[in-house]
């Protein structure tokens, strides 16, 4: 199960594409309906499920105490019920302390900060309320947070505005050391021709890029080819783990209102899409009536043979760019066809050369479980002062049966 | 107004690395696997990924692609980091002097192990040798020599005859066989050499024995990276040697 919970509407910054409604000063999701959220998960997850709690907002920092409380709570079902509970935080980083850091270090949650990139790149959309750019606020924040968790992900939204610094907004967070990196193309946007060449030969500089890192046994995860290439590799296995709109997963508004995904939350106000509350919980009848229209083949996409790796799939996606679940948008197909080539390019190059890093990534499964282990083994060592040389012999001599056991785990 | 159109692509071209699908849990167990930290560690995943001990094939040498089945058992891990660093010179004086010091006479090249398969440096006596060619080279030279088999009633080895003359060879080839020879050069299995005489060969991957300044995107190497690769090198061929000694050969 993953749970949203927006705990607020409120932002301390403008950011010109959000799409999550109006900020509202006072829009604060209470500890009650928190709790109660957390709660109702617990009640209707089968036992031993792990669920996935998901701070979001508006700016979900703002309500810090909200979000401590939620931690507390979801530890103490833990340690009654042996639930497993993980957390993320997706935030625009610039609330981020040391404070939070070791709280967030000592409950492993997750931390997903909001960059565009390079200053040109991030100023030209993430503003505060007076219309300022706030990269020179986030920039001394983003080496604090790498420096403190190595596994926090940085989000990059990317924009016709934004987009000629792309290529070089990922090297300077590879730069940064960061190694998850999202981009997430903003679809709505006005794209046209001209920028649309532009993103080709951005993807083109990635790819290079990508190829490159992989050739020197660099780790990372960036999500634009990653999962065009996975979407390949894995095939039917992945279609079972796309999108089921609401099912498996939920978001909370501030009010206690639950919408299928984050995209329809907005600013609680659209009936049509709410599907229960924490009170009362789904509404199954509308849920099922959602997935039917989301399910149903889209004449548009008829005798097309990428459906199976396009977005077309992502209710929150169509949501947002056409205004229907159900509609794909022209914009999303043109960007799916330009960027299927690219991942596939990179995936063939790497193939070929049998590069391991490549075949670790893509073929072992165990690889999230080792990469995770090498990861923290690293920066514990790092922390120490201990070379990692100590850390590769002592991950040479784990016993096998620890590896089998993390890896039947994963 | 949007300029484009929704636009089904009802036969795009298909991406040639394969499927999950495409392998079997042991075939999958036996590509060569690395994390940057530990290969070790991914060498050990390779028998839990197949199911459990037992698991047929060993992961073994420095290069891309470099994998050797000798008794069937997996005896030693993939190599703890790159030796792309390393002139193939320099690796190759390091190898022949450390298989010397061991008491093996590498007195010749054999270029006739299998089909496809050569030794750089070859102990008649005791059936033991190295080579440096890449996996990916050697399997599609294997189905090439295999089709050119076919064609020219004898087996030849490609890397021996002038570029032109390869050229002329290829033409000869039927678009299946060419289809063939691509698969070779980009599926793992074909790597996978059994000697049936119980010869033993050590195969370094070419690729990664290159000094980095070929590499167009790479800054070259460090005094102290080269120094880490040679003993990297140093280490994985002692331990094919122990394994060898081990044996009783």
Known sequence: MHLTLHLTHACNLRCTYCYTGEKFPRGHMSEKVAIRAIDWSHETTPPGEEIDIVFFGGEPLVRRDTLERCVEHSQRLRAETRRPFFFKVITNGLLVDEAFLEFANRHEILISVSCDGVREAHDASRCDALGRGTWDRLEPRLRLIRRENPYAQVTLVVTPKSVRWLAESVEWLFGLRFRYLHLQVQHEAEWDRRSFRELRRQYRRLAELYVARMRRGEKFFLNCFDSKIHSYIQGETLAHQRCSVGRGQVSVAPSGRMYPCVSFVGADDREEHRVGDVWSGLDEEKLAGLACRMQRPKPSCEGCALTDRCSHWCACLNMRTTGRIDRVSPVVCEHERMLMPIADWVGNTLWKERNRLFLHKFYNRAYPVLSHLEETLEHWAEQRGISLDAVDEAIANLPDESVAFATGKE | MTPFKIQPSPSPRAPRFPVVADFSAEELAQLPYRSRASRPLAATLATITAGGVGAQGLAFG?????????????VGPVGPTTVETIAPDAAEALIRRLFAEAGYDLVERNTALAPGLRAEGWD??????????????FSSERAWAQCLERHLGEWRHIEDDPRD???????KLTPEEETEVEQASQRAETQRVRLADGSHVLCFDANDLLVREQWPTQDPPTIEERALALQTLEQQVRVFI???????I
């Not at chain 2, 420095?62 to 997996?74: A, K, N, P, V, Y």
């Not at chain 2, 122990?242 to 009783?248: A, M, R």
Request: aromatic letters at 10%.
């Open chain 2, 62 to 74: 420095s290069g891309q692609g470099t994998r050797f089945e000798l008794m069937g058992d997996i």
């Open chain 2, 165 to 171: 003359r390869v050229a002329d060879w290829q033409q």
């Open chain 2, 124 to 137: 008649p006596e005791r059936g033991v040798g190295f080579n440096l060619m890449s996996g990916d080279d």
């Open chain 2, 242 to 248: 122990e394994y060898l000694q081990s044996q009783g």
